[in-house]
């Protein structure tokens, strides 16, 4: 069983968040995501030093930590295979084309998505795609 994981998920192992475990035990099994996830990850990092969350150094490690988990523990799909029907998705549920991405990738391969964004889990709920909110 593959798991797909979203920004949210990622930038709670890299930012050690709450319930970053379950993401960490996902990453055995190579989950799989889109590219866009690593950006939205990185950037989640930079905001999260800027708003003085955490300091330089651990900006630092949460990055190295990101690109790792990218390099030998994700799979990626392609995001262009997906873009049409995660429109549908976008407008017709109110979420941003970015959550779509994941919820539609999580329909294309039938399997579940972990995420800690409640508006998407309601968003593939309504769609019967089964969402791991954690």
Same mark, same amino acid.
């Given at each position: 069983?593959?798991?797909?994981?979203?920004?949210?998920?990622? #930038?709670? !192992? +890299?930012?050690? =968040?709450?319930?970053?475990?379950? @993401?960490?035990?996902?990453? %055995?099994? /190579?989950?799989?995501? #889109?590219? !866009? +996830?690593?950006? =939205?990850?990185?950037?989640?990092? @930079?905001?999260?030093?800027? %708003?003085? /969350?955490?300091?330089?150094?651990?900006?630092?490690?949460?990055?190295?930590?990101?690109?790792?988990?990218?390099?030998?523990?994700?799979?990626?799909?392609?995001?262009?295979?997906?873009?049409?029907?995660?429109?549908?998705?976008?407008?017709?549920?109110?979420?941003?084309?970015?959550?779509?991405?994941?919820?539609?990738?999580?329909?294309?391969?039938?399997?579940?998505?972990?995420?800690?964004?409640?508006?998407?889990?309601?968003?593939?709920?309504?769609?019967?795609?089964?969402?791991?909110?954690?």
């Amino acid at each position: 069983m593959v798991t797909v994981i979203d920004a949210s998920a990622l #930038v709670a !192992l +890299c930012l050690r =968040e709450k319930g970053y475990e379950r @993401v960490l035990s996902e990453l %055995r099994v /190579l989950p799989t995501t #889109v590219e !866009l +996830c690593v950006k =939205e990850a990185a950037n989640a990092i @930079v905001v999260a030093t800027q %708003r003085g /969350l955490i300091n330089n150094t651990q900006a630092t490690l949460s990055f190295k930590a990101l690109k790792e988990a990218s390099q030998y523990n994700l799979n990626f799909y392609p995001e262009l295979e997906l873009l049409d029907s995660a429109f549908d998705i976008a407008i017709a549920s109110g979420v941003t084309i970015y959550d779509a991405l994941y919820i539609a990738l999580a329909r294309r391969i039938e399997d579940k998505l972990l995420t800690r964004d409640r508006k998407q889990k309601q968003a593939a709920d309504k769609l019967k795609i089964k969402t791991e909110l954690f």
